[in-house]
């Protein structure tokens, strides 16, 4: 059944039962790749909070999470944009990092967030999106764990929003056509 987010039109595209098999596969994934190495995940907020925590749900190793806001800024970085990080208060040094995103489009946001990341000493840093959009990726990026590879349409819902509405389901749409 289709769906109205504000003034557009979107139609299913990912049922619950499909991401949360697909969040099963990841997390028995990234618990064996991780085994006896005490990983941080790092939520970004706000998109990801559902994904998550049926991520975090499924991983069977010790492990620990914390969730940020990303502030962007223009700066003088290769990508003209300057990326901070609003409430991560944990010590990185030597920790390996998993970094949980919603969704990877241009790769504009992870790729400013790295080297800020990188300056924080962790052993090692990873990302695990749900979503990406490979025909979208502007930027260098290498993504460790994907859910989704998804056309370059706009989707919502699981988290994602359109203008902060839409988030509030189990499933993702995908935009209408126009015709
Ligand atoms: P990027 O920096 O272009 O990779 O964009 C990443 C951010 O843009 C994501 O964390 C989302 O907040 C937002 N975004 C990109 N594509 C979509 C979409 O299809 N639906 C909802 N949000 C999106």
New binding site residues.
């Given amino acids: 059944m289709s769906i109205q987010v504000l003034d557009k039109t979107f139609v299913p595209y990912l049922s619950e039962q499909e991401i949360q098999d697909r969040i099963n596969q990841l997390a028995i994934q990234i618990s064996a790749d991780y085994e006896g190495k005490n990983p941080l995940f790092i939520g970004?907020l706000n998109?990801s909070f559902m994904f998550a925590s049926d991520l975090f749900k499924n991983i069977t190793t010790p492990s620990t999470i914390s969730f940020i806001k990303l502030a962007s800024y223009k700066g003088t970085t290769s990508t003209g944009t300057v990326i901070t990080s609003i409430g991560l208060e944990e010590n990185l040094q030597d920790k390996d990092i998993i970094i949980i995103?919603?969704?990877?489009?241009?790769?504009?946001?992870?790729s400013a967030f790295i080297p800020s990341l990188q300056q924080l000493q962790p052993a090692s840093i990873r990302i695990c999106t749900l979503?990406h959009?490979p025909d979208?990726l502007q930027f260098p990026l290498s993504l460790d764990y994907v859910g989704f590879n998804i056309p370059d349409?706009?989707?919502?819902g699981y988290g994602?929003?359109?203008d902060g509405y839409g988030r509030n389901s189990r499933e993702i749409f995908q935009i209408a056509q126009t015709s």
């Fill in positions: 970004i998109g995103e919603d969704i990877v489009d241009t790769g504009k946001t992870m979503l959009k979208a349409k706009f989707v919502v994602l929003d359109y």
